[in-house]
Protein backbone atom coordinates (compact mmCIF):
# COMPACT_ATOMS: atom_id res chain seq x y z
CA UNK A 1 0.00 0.00 0.00
CA UNK A 2 1.12 3.46 -0.77
CA UNK A 3 2.29 5.54 2.14
CA UNK A 4 0.40 9.39 1.48
CA UNK A 5 2.83 12.00 2.19
CA UNK A 6 2.38 13.48 5.03
CA UNK A 7 4.32 17.04 4.66
CA UNK A 8 2.82 20.13 4.74
CA UNK A 9 4.72 23.12 3.30
CA UNK A 10 4.63 25.73 5.35
CA UNK A 11 5.02 29.67 4.99
CA UNK A 12 6.08 30.76 8.86
CA UNK A 13 9.25 32.13 8.14
CA UNK A 14 10.40 34.47 5.08
CA UNK A 15 14.13 33.24 3.97
CA UNK A 16 16.38 34.99 3.22
CA UNK A 17 18.09 34.72 -0.10
CA UNK A 18 21.36 34.82 -0.87
CA UNK A 19 20.98 35.96 -4.67
CA UNK A 20 24.92 34.85 -5.09
CA UNK A 21 24.44 31.26 -3.81
CA UNK A 22 21.18 30.69 -5.94
CA UNK A 23 23.13 31.85 -8.98
CA UNK A 24 25.90 29.44 -8.36
CA UNK A 25 23.89 26.65 -7.39
CA UNK A 26 21.37 27.17 -10.61
CA UNK A 27 25.18 27.07 -12.48
CA UNK A 28 25.69 23.86 -10.75
CA UNK A 29 22.18 22.58 -11.82
CA UNK A 30 22.75 23.55 -15.63
CA UNK A 31 25.70 21.04 -15.48
CA UNK A 32 24.40 18.45 -14.18
CA UNK A 33 21.47 18.87 -16.75
CA UNK A 34 24.31 18.77 -19.34
CA UNK A 35 26.05 15.59 -17.69
CA UNK A 36 22.72 13.71 -17.29
CA UNK A 37 21.85 14.40 -21.24
CA UNK A 38 25.27 12.74 -21.96
CA UNK A 39 24.76 9.88 -20.46
CA UNK A 40 22.87 8.07 -22.81
CA UNK A 41 24.53 10.27 -25.58
CA UNK A 42 27.98 8.77 -24.68
CA UNK A 43 26.50 5.25 -24.19
CA UNK A 44 25.35 5.92 -28.04
CA UNK A 45 28.76 7.04 -29.17
CA UNK A 46 30.04 3.74 -27.77
CA UNK A 47 27.04 1.32 -28.92
CA UNK A 48 27.12 2.63 -32.73
CA UNK A 49 31.10 2.48 -32.49
CA UNK A 50 31.53 6.49 -32.70
CA UNK A 51 34.08 6.95 -30.41
CA UNK A 52 36.30 3.76 -31.82
CA UNK A 53 35.85 5.65 -35.40
CA UNK A 54 37.27 8.52 -34.13
CA UNK A 55 40.02 7.06 -31.85
CA UNK A 56 43.76 7.57 -33.44
CA UNK A 57 41.95 8.91 -36.61
CA UNK A 58 42.55 12.57 -36.33
CA UNK A 59 40.18 15.04 -37.47
CA UNK A 60 36.78 14.44 -38.86
CA UNK A 61 34.09 16.28 -40.15
CA UNK A 62 30.47 14.97 -38.82
CA UNK A 63 29.68 13.46 -42.58
CA UNK A 64 33.74 11.54 -42.37
CA UNK A 65 32.44 10.44 -39.32
CA UNK A 66 28.98 9.38 -40.51
CA UNK A 67 30.37 7.26 -43.51
CA UNK A 68 32.63 5.53 -41.52
CA UNK A 69 30.29 4.69 -38.56
CA UNK A 70 27.15 3.78 -41.36
CA UNK A 71 24.71 6.39 -39.54
CA UNK A 72 23.43 9.39 -40.44
CA UNK A 73 25.10 12.82 -40.61
CA UNK A 74 22.09 14.60 -39.24
CA UNK A 75 22.15 13.20 -36.35
CA UNK A 76 26.05 12.98 -35.96
CA UNK A 77 26.56 16.60 -35.90
CA UNK A 78 24.24 17.68 -32.71
CA UNK A 79 26.13 14.42 -31.13
CA UNK A 80 29.24 16.00 -32.31
CA UNK A 81 28.21 19.42 -30.65
CA UNK A 82 27.08 17.58 -27.16
CA UNK A 83 30.49 16.06 -27.25
CA UNK A 84 32.77 18.85 -27.64
CA UNK A 85 30.63 20.93 -24.89
CA UNK A 86 31.42 17.71 -22.40
CA UNK A 87 34.70 18.32 -23.01
CA UNK A 88 35.07 14.60 -24.79
CA UNK A 89 35.93 15.83 -28.43
CA UNK A 90 38.05 18.86 -29.78
CA UNK A 91 36.95 21.24 -32.65
CA UNK A 92 38.74 23.64 -35.32
CA UNK A 93 36.60 26.31 -36.27
CA UNK A 94 39.41 26.50 -38.81
CA UNK A 95 38.39 23.08 -40.76
CA UNK A 96 34.95 22.41 -39.02
CA UNK A 97 36.77 19.01 -37.93
CA UNK A 98 36.40 17.04 -34.49
CA UNK A 99 39.40 14.78 -32.99
CA UNK A 100 38.97 12.55 -29.68
CA UNK A 101 41.98 13.12 -27.81
CA UNK A 102 44.26 9.98 -27.90
CA UNK A 103 43.86 9.91 -23.81
CA UNK A 104 40.18 10.15 -24.20
CA UNK A 105 40.57 7.61 -26.53
CA UNK A 106 42.00 5.10 -24.61
CA UNK A 107 39.54 5.67 -21.64
CA UNK A 108 36.64 5.28 -24.46
CA UNK A 109 37.92 2.80 -26.46
CA UNK A 110 41.02 0.36 -25.34
CA UNK A 111 39.02 -2.75 -23.67
CA UNK A 112 41.67 -4.08 -21.60
CA UNK A 113 43.13 -0.70 -20.26
CA UNK A 114 42.56 -0.12 -16.88
CA UNK A 115 41.35 3.11 -17.62
CA UNK A 116 38.67 1.79 -20.11
CA UNK A 117 35.43 3.70 -18.40
CA UNK A 118 33.08 3.94 -21.07
CA UNK A 119 30.55 1.09 -19.60
CA UNK A 120 29.73 3.08 -16.78
CA UNK A 121 27.21 4.69 -19.30
CA UNK A 122 25.46 1.50 -20.09
CA UNK A 123 24.77 0.90 -16.16
CA UNK A 124 23.61 4.39 -16.04
CA UNK A 125 21.22 4.46 -18.36
CA UNK A 126 20.62 0.50 -17.65
CA UNK A 127 19.85 1.58 -13.83
CA UNK A 128 17.95 5.22 -15.21
CA UNK A 129 15.42 2.72 -16.80
CA UNK A 130 14.53 1.85 -13.46
CA UNK A 131 13.35 5.58 -11.99
CA UNK A 132 9.34 4.25 -12.03
CA UNK A 133 9.77 1.47 -9.87
CA UNK A 134 12.26 2.97 -7.02
CA UNK A 135 9.92 5.63 -7.00
CA UNK A 136 7.32 3.26 -5.66
CA UNK A 137 9.77 1.57 -3.67
CA UNK A 138 10.43 5.23 -1.77
CA UNK A 139 6.78 5.40 -1.17
CA UNK A 140 6.01 1.39 -0.62
CA UNK A 141 9.38 0.40 0.90
CA UNK A 142 9.44 -2.39 -1.52
CA UNK A 143 12.49 -3.80 -3.01
CA UNK A 144 13.58 -4.59 -6.78
CA UNK A 145 15.62 -7.43 -7.83
CA UNK A 146 18.76 -7.28 -9.64
CA UNK A 147 17.16 -9.10 -12.50
CA UNK A 148 14.46 -7.17 -12.69
CA UNK A 149 16.98 -4.59 -14.23
CA UNK A 150 17.17 -3.88 -17.91
CA UNK A 151 19.23 -6.42 -19.28
CA UNK A 152 21.61 -3.87 -20.36
CA UNK A 153 22.82 -3.81 -16.59
CA UNK A 154 24.47 -6.95 -16.58
CA UNK A 155 26.64 -6.61 -20.09
CA UNK A 156 27.20 -3.02 -18.75
CA UNK A 157 28.43 -4.17 -15.15
CA UNK A 158 30.91 -6.74 -16.83
CA UNK A 159 32.38 -4.04 -19.26
CA UNK A 160 32.77 -1.16 -16.41
CA UNK A 161 34.20 -3.57 -13.90
CA UNK A 162 36.77 -5.99 -16.09
CA UNK A 163 39.49 -3.38 -16.29
CA UNK A 164 39.64 -2.27 -12.55
CA UNK A 165 39.55 -5.91 -12.10
CA UNK A 166 42.84 -6.50 -14.72
CA UNK A 167 44.47 -3.98 -13.71
CA UNK A 168 44.23 -4.60 -9.28
CA UNK A 169 43.08 -8.06 -8.47
CA UNK A 170 46.43 -10.03 -9.63
CA UNK A 171 48.70 -7.09 -8.80
CA UNK A 172 47.48 -5.69 -5.64
CA UNK A 173 44.47 -7.15 -4.57
CA UNK A 174 45.35 -10.89 -4.25
CA UNK A 175 48.94 -9.68 -2.69
CA UNK A 176 47.64 -7.79 -0.28
CA UNK A 177 45.47 -11.03 1.32
CA UNK A 178 48.82 -12.35 3.26
CA UNK A 179 49.16 -16.11 2.03
CA UNK A 180 46.44 -16.35 -0.40
CA UNK A 181 49.18 -15.91 -3.65
CA UNK A 182 50.93 -18.83 -2.63
CA UNK A 183 47.80 -21.09 -2.03
CA UNK A 184 46.93 -20.15 -5.39
CA UNK A 185 50.30 -21.01 -7.03
CA UNK A 186 50.22 -24.40 -5.13
CA UNK A 187 46.61 -25.21 -6.34
CA UNK A 188 43.66 -23.96 -4.13
CA UNK A 189 40.03 -24.55 -4.23
CA UNK A 190 38.01 -21.43 -4.45
CA UNK A 191 34.42 -20.26 -4.23
CA UNK A 192 33.87 -16.95 -5.82
CA UNK A 193 30.49 -15.46 -4.98
CA UNK A 194 27.93 -13.49 -6.61
CA UNK A 195 30.23 -13.95 -9.06
CA UNK A 196 28.06 -12.09 -12.00
CA UNK A 197 29.31 -13.11 -15.83
CA UNK A 198 32.62 -14.17 -13.67
CA UNK A 199 35.42 -11.49 -14.75
CA UNK A 200 36.98 -12.07 -11.54
CA UNK A 201 36.64 -16.05 -11.23
CA UNK A 202 38.39 -16.45 -14.84
CA UNK A 203 41.14 -13.75 -14.27
CA UNK A 204 41.84 -15.63 -11.11
CA UNK A 205 41.78 -19.23 -13.01
CA UNK A 206 43.76 -17.48 -15.88
CA UNK A 207 46.72 -16.62 -13.62
CA UNK A 208 46.62 -19.78 -11.69
CA UNK A 209 46.31 -22.78 -13.26
CA UNK A 210 47.10 -25.51 -10.43
CA UNK A 211 43.83 -24.18 -8.71
CA UNK A 212 40.15 -24.84 -8.97
CA UNK A 213 37.52 -21.98 -9.70
CA UNK A 214 33.50 -22.50 -8.44
CA UNK A 215 31.63 -19.42 -8.94
CA UNK A 216 27.59 -19.43 -7.84
CA UNK A 217 25.57 -16.44 -8.23
CA UNK A 218 21.11 -16.61 -7.67
CA UNK A 219 21.06 -14.91 -11.15
CA UNK A 220 20.58 -17.44 -13.82
CA UNK A 221 21.34 -15.34 -17.20
CA UNK A 222 24.94 -13.88 -15.38
CA UNK A 223 25.62 -17.99 -14.62
CA UNK A 224 24.88 -18.66 -18.43
CA UNK A 225 26.67 -16.02 -19.61
CA UNK A 226 29.67 -17.09 -17.09
CA UNK A 227 29.71 -20.68 -18.29
CA UNK A 228 29.71 -19.31 -22.00
CA UNK A 229 32.83 -17.00 -21.27
CA UNK A 230 34.71 -19.95 -19.64
CA UNK A 231 34.07 -22.01 -22.27
CA UNK A 232 35.23 -19.50 -25.18
CA UNK A 233 38.29 -19.47 -22.95
CA UNK A 234 38.95 -23.14 -22.66
CA UNK A 235 38.86 -22.91 -18.88
CA UNK A 236 36.00 -25.09 -18.13
CA UNK A 237 37.80 -28.52 -16.64
CA UNK A 238 39.23 -25.81 -13.76
CA UNK A 239 36.20 -23.62 -13.72
CA UNK A 240 32.41 -24.24 -12.88
CA UNK A 241 29.63 -21.73 -12.73
CA UNK A 242 26.09 -22.62 -10.70
CA UNK A 243 23.20 -21.15 -9.92
CA UNK A 244 23.56 -20.86 -6.06
CA UNK A 245 22.25 -18.36 -3.56
CA UNK A 246 25.26 -17.10 -1.21
CA UNK A 247 23.28 -18.07 1.88
CA UNK A 248 23.88 -21.95 0.61
CA UNK A 249 26.27 -22.11 -1.76
CA UNK A 250 27.75 -26.09 -1.87
CA UNK A 251 31.01 -27.27 -0.74
CA UNK A 252 33.40 -26.90 1.82
CA UNK A 253 37.31 -27.40 2.39
CA UNK A 254 37.87 -24.01 -0.01
CA UNK A 255 41.40 -22.05 0.39
CA UNK A 256 39.52 -18.95 -0.18
CA UNK A 257 36.08 -17.60 -0.40
CA UNK A 258 35.55 -13.99 -2.86
CA UNK A 259 33.11 -11.39 -2.76
CA UNK A 260 33.57 -8.89 -5.77
CA UNK A 261 31.53 -5.73 -5.09
CA UNK A 262 28.19 -8.04 -4.40
CA UNK A 263 28.39 -8.64 -0.56
CA UNK A 264 26.17 -5.13 -0.21
CA UNK A 265 23.74 -6.22 -2.69
CA UNK A 266 22.63 -8.96 -0.26
CA UNK A 267 19.46 -8.83 1.63
CA UNK A 268 21.20 -11.28 4.10
CA UNK A 269 25.10 -10.75 4.41
CA UNK A 270 25.31 -12.31 7.56
CA UNK A 271 23.56 -15.72 6.38
CA UNK A 272 26.06 -15.52 3.49
CA UNK A 273 29.18 -14.95 5.50
CA UNK A 274 28.06 -17.73 7.81
CA UNK A 275 27.40 -19.80 5.04
CA UNK A 276 31.23 -19.09 3.75
CA UNK A 277 32.60 -19.58 7.49
CA UNK A 278 31.57 -22.83 7.65
CA UNK A 279 32.65 -23.43 3.73
CA UNK A 280 36.29 -22.67 4.14
CA UNK A 281 38.57 -24.83 5.16
CA UNK A 282 40.67 -24.12 8.80
CA UNK A 283 42.93 -21.97 7.11
CA UNK A 284 40.98 -20.47 4.24
CA UNK A 285 40.77 -16.12 3.61
CA UNK A 286 38.35 -14.45 3.09
CA UNK A 287 38.32 -11.67 0.55
CA UNK A 288 35.87 -8.87 0.04
CA UNK A 289 35.84 -6.42 -2.64
CA UNK A 290 33.69 -3.57 -2.15
CA UNK A 291 33.12 -0.61 -3.69
CA UNK A 292 34.83 2.46 -2.12
CA UNK A 293 33.20 4.52 0.84
CA UNK A 294 33.78 7.18 3.76
CA UNK A 295 34.68 5.63 7.32
CA UNK A 296 32.06 8.57 8.19
CA UNK A 297 28.80 9.86 6.13
CA UNK A 298 30.13 12.99 5.35
CA UNK A 299 33.74 11.09 3.85
CA UNK A 300 31.15 9.76 0.96
CA UNK A 301 30.22 13.86 -0.11
CA UNK A 302 33.09 14.02 -3.15
CA UNK A 303 32.89 12.61 -6.63
CA UNK A 304 33.20 8.86 -6.26
CA UNK A 305 30.35 8.87 -3.52
CA UNK A 306 28.17 10.51 -5.28
CA UNK A 307 28.97 7.79 -8.01
CA UNK A 308 27.71 4.93 -5.71
CA UNK A 309 25.39 6.66 -3.48
CA UNK A 310 23.56 6.79 -6.62
CA UNK A 311 24.10 2.87 -7.54
CA UNK A 312 22.68 2.40 -4.24
CA UNK A 313 19.52 3.69 -4.19
CA UNK A 314 18.78 2.94 -7.70
CA UNK A 315 20.16 -1.01 -7.49
CA UNK A 316 21.87 -2.16 -4.74
CA UNK A 317 19.60 -1.16 -1.65
CA UNK A 318 16.61 -1.99 -3.46
CA UNK A 319 18.32 -5.30 -4.24
CA UNK A 320 18.80 -6.10 -0.38
CA UNK A 321 15.24 -4.57 0.65
CA UNK A 322 13.75 -7.60 -2.03
CA UNK A 323 15.90 -9.90 -0.56
CA UNK A 324 16.38 -10.10 3.27
CA UNK A 325 16.32 -8.13 6.48
CA UNK A 326 19.66 -6.46 6.34
CA UNK A 327 20.33 -3.64 3.20
CA UNK A 328 24.35 -2.18 3.90
CA UNK A 329 24.02 -0.12 0.66
CA UNK A 330 26.80 0.43 -1.73
CA UNK A 331 28.59 3.10 0.99
CA UNK A 332 28.95 0.91 3.81
CA UNK A 333 31.62 2.07 6.33
CA UNK A 334 34.33 -0.15 6.92
CA UNK A 335 32.54 -0.89 10.40
CA UNK A 336 29.40 -1.87 9.21
CA UNK A 337 30.74 -4.58 6.56
CA UNK A 338 33.22 -6.05 9.84
CA UNK A 339 29.91 -6.29 12.27
CA UNK A 340 28.69 -8.65 9.69
CA UNK A 341 31.95 -10.51 9.22
CA UNK A 342 31.85 -11.02 12.88
CA UNK A 343 28.40 -12.11 13.36
CA UNK A 344 28.89 -14.05 10.79
CA UNK A 345 31.43 -15.73 13.06
CA UNK A 346 34.70 -14.17 11.50
CA UNK A 347 37.69 -13.37 14.27
CA UNK A 348 38.97 -10.16 12.15
CA UNK A 349 37.45 -8.30 8.95
CA UNK A 350 40.04 -5.61 7.80
CA UNK A 351 40.58 -3.04 4.86
CA UNK A 352 44.53 -4.29 2.96
CA UNK A 353 44.01 -2.02 -0.09
CA UNK A 354 42.38 0.06 -1.92
CA UNK A 355 41.91 1.98 -4.84
CA UNK A 356 39.77 5.16 -5.74
CA UNK A 357 37.25 3.20 -6.60
CA UNK A 358 37.65 -0.04 -4.11
CA UNK A 359 38.69 -1.28 -1.10
CA UNK A 360 39.92 -5.23 -0.44
CA UNK A 361 38.91 -6.73 2.58
CA UNK A 362 40.42 -9.89 4.33
CA UNK A 363 38.48 -12.00 7.29
CA UNK A 364 39.81 -14.69 8.85
CA UNK A 365 38.47 -17.46 10.88
C1 LIG B 1 27.22 -5.75 -8.86
S1 LIG B 1 27.05 -7.40 -9.34
C2 LIG B 1 28.75 -7.96 -9.25
C3 LIG B 1 28.98 -9.20 -10.05
C4 LIG B 1 30.41 -9.73 -10.04
N1 LIG B 1 30.84 -10.13 -8.72
C5 LIG B 1 31.39 -8.73 -10.62
O1 LIG B 1 32.18 -8.18 -9.86
O2 LIG B 1 31.35 -8.49 -11.83
C6 LIG B 1 26.31 -8.15 -7.91
C7 LIG B 1 26.02 -9.62 -8.10
O3 LIG B 1 25.59 -10.19 -6.84
C8 LIG B 1 24.62 -11.16 -7.13
N2 LIG B 1 23.84 -11.41 -5.92
C9 LIG B 1 23.16 -10.50 -5.18
N3 LIG B 1 22.57 -11.10 -4.14
C10 LIG B 1 22.89 -12.42 -4.21
C11 LIG B 1 22.59 -13.56 -3.40
N4 LIG B 1 21.85 -13.46 -2.31
N5 LIG B 1 23.09 -14.75 -3.77
C12 LIG B 1 23.87 -14.87 -4.86
N6 LIG B 1 24.19 -13.83 -5.67
C13 LIG B 1 23.71 -12.61 -5.34
C14 LIG B 1 23.82 -10.52 -8.27
O4 LIG B 1 23.03 -11.47 -8.94
C15 LIG B 1 24.92 -9.91 -9.10
O5 LIG B 1 25.39 -10.78 -10.09
Known amino acids: MEKQSQTAVTNETTPTIDPQKLESFLGKVVNDFGAAFSAPLSYIGDKLGLYKAMAFAGPLTPE ?111 PAVEGAVE ?14 HGISTTIMAKAFPNSRFYGFDNHQPSIERANHNVQQ ?13 AQKFPGTGYDLITYFDCLHDMGDPVGSLQQAYQALAPNGDLMVIEPMAGRTTEENFNPVGRVYSGASVLCCTPNAIASGPYALGTVATDDALAEVAMKAGFSSFTRVAETPFNRVFHGRK
Not at 183 to 196: E, I, M, T, W
Not at 233 to 245: I, K, Q, T
Open 64 to 174: ELAHKTDTDARYVREWLINQAASGYVEYSPHNKKYSLPDEHAIALTVEDSPYYVVGGFQVINAMNKADERIMQGFRTGEGMLWGEHHHSLFQGTERFFKPSYLGNLLQTWL
Open 183 to 196: KLKNGAKVADVGAG
Open 233 to 245: DGLGERVSFEVAS
